[in-house]
């Protein structure tokens, strides 16, 4: 499993694991798995039924078809870029930017797939070995990466705060963000502060206001709200 640098908005790099081409095979055979399973229960409930004389129609094939073309760009839209089988896996669609996809990238992504993995079935795979992100078509032309998830205690490991018993909660919207948001708050604002870059420090914190919806006190330091949102988010995480 390589290491893939996300270059942030802040032009900070922050390390993601980038998935192996082995845990998106094993995850695009699930995702097979769970098709033929729905297909099979669909038929064998027809088979109950006299609509199987137009198995053969083209109107019967096409409606049959759409749960296929549309299970892979809507459940991920849905499901914060995974498939069942990438949820699995544990690997997940993000932006080159670590952001999260919007639906068209997703769509970007699934017409490809018709042509790269439908039409001409191992092109994905050549794509994939010729780049060093195991990018494949619809990855490029949607911008996009596929990231193993980072262990979940690891993860809590590295945004965990203590916190005083009778600290109090600033900025309640904190509760919004997810584990994967504070670990990217955190990584930025080490990062900063450790190169002194604190022209990022504002970017992040814009960034947080703009996410949150929320506005900074005119008389905080951006380091101050950065820790603060960090801190309020340990506090609703460990309720």
């Known amino acids: 499993m390589s290491d893939f640098q996300i270059r942030t908005a802040q032009n900070v790099g922050i390390n993601q694991n980038l998935a ?18 729905f297909y099979y229960f669909v038929f064998y409930l027809l088979s109950f039924t006299d609509l199987t004389k137009f198995v053969t129609s083209w109107a019967f094939v096409s409606v049959m078809m759409l749960p296929y073309f549309l299970y892979y ?24 930017d670590n952001s999260h996809p919007r639906i068209g990238d997703f769509l970007i992504r699934w017409i490809f797939r018709l042509f790269e993995i439908n039409l001409f079935p191992g092109l994905a795979l050549i794509v994939m070995l010729l780049n060093d992100k195991n ?23 590295s945004i965990f705060e203590e916190l005083e018993q009778t600290y109090k909660p600033v900025f309640s919207q904190a509760a919004n963000l997810d584990e994967k948001d504070m670990q990217l708050i955190k990584d930025v604002l080490q990062s900063a502060v450790k190169q002194h870059k ?27 709200f950065i820790n603060t949102i960090i801190k309020d988010y340990n506090f609703f995480a460990g309720k």
Do not use: C
Request: avoid cysteine.
């Open 135 to 157: 990018q494949r078509l619809g990855d490029l032309a949607a911008k996009t990466v596929v990231v193993a998830e980072k262990q979940k205690n690891k993860l809590n490991q």
């Open 198 to 224: 604190f022209e990022v420090l504002k970017s992040l914190t814009a960034r947080i206001e703009r996410v949150l919806n929320i506005q900074k006190p005119s008389d905080m330091p951006h380091k101050q």
């Open 20 to 37: 192996g081409i082995g845990q998106r095979f094993a995850a695009f055979l699930i995702d097979v798995f769970f098709l033929m399973i």
């Open 73 to 96: 760009p809507l459940l991920q839209y849905w499901n914060n870029g995974q498939s069942l089988g990438k949820q699995i896996v544990k690997i997940r669609i993000v932006k080159s």
